[in-house]
């Protein structure tokens, strides 16, 4: 009885590590490039809850426009039990996104995501009050968004951009911008693409530029009196 059950147990594993395989190419190529940690397929498929988190947002998203009432938020909210991770199934998320360790990541009805994506743990996609219709936020291609940022409103994050940790953005933000703060406040870094390798470490950060600078104008005024 029990060999029977293992091998029922190995033969839907090996069922659900192929068709993750071919159905999720793009997000565990995804996790592959942006994760040093991956160490190969069997992992990620099998231990990364953001990738868990995807496959139960694809099954209720399509569920969701089949008509199905009830079933998609079901499932929406089982994935959140089981990964830490919300998204709701009526917001449209293209492929290739990576939720690197995922947890209390949330992501409202309306948010549209583009291609390749990243999305930190804490992060939050929401609204900012009851208004009805698009009322999340749409992001580009190619964006990373630090842990625990917040982007709240139908506002438009352009592509290439970076949304620096724990910054709060309620206005629009140009492409191939970062942006930090509480405020957001933007700093553009020659109109080129930025962090391409996850370097969180390098980025702008125009409060501390404005510092440096006032510094400067004072020290230069020091020796002027002097």
Known sequence: MMISFFINLGVVLALWYFLVIIKFS????????????????????FLYSGLHAIVFYRIAHMFLKQGIPLLPRFISQLAKFLTGIEIHPGA??????????????????????????????????????????????????????????????????GSNSYIGANAVVLKEVPSNT?????????????????????????VLDPVMEQMEELKQKISELEKKVK
Do not use: C, W, Y
């Open 26 to 45: 793009d997000e565990i190529k995804s996790a592959k490039e942006k994760d040093p940690a991956a160490a190969g397929n069997l992992q990620i498929v």
């Open 178 to 202: 970062t942006v930090v703060g509480v405020p957001g406040r933007v700093t553009k870094q020659d109109g080129k693409k930025i962090d391409t390798m996850m370097d969180h470490v390098h």
């Open 92 to 157: 449209k998320i293209g492929r290739g996104l990576f939720i690197d360790h995922g947890m209390g990541v949330v992501v409202g009805e309306t948010t549209i995501i583009g291609k390749k994506v990243t999305l930190f743990q804490g992060v939050t996609l929401g609204g900012t009050g009851k208004e009805m219709g698009k009322r999340h936020p749409t992001l580009g291609d190619n964006i990373v968004v630090g842990a625990g940022a917040k982007i709240l409103g139908n506002i438009k994050i």
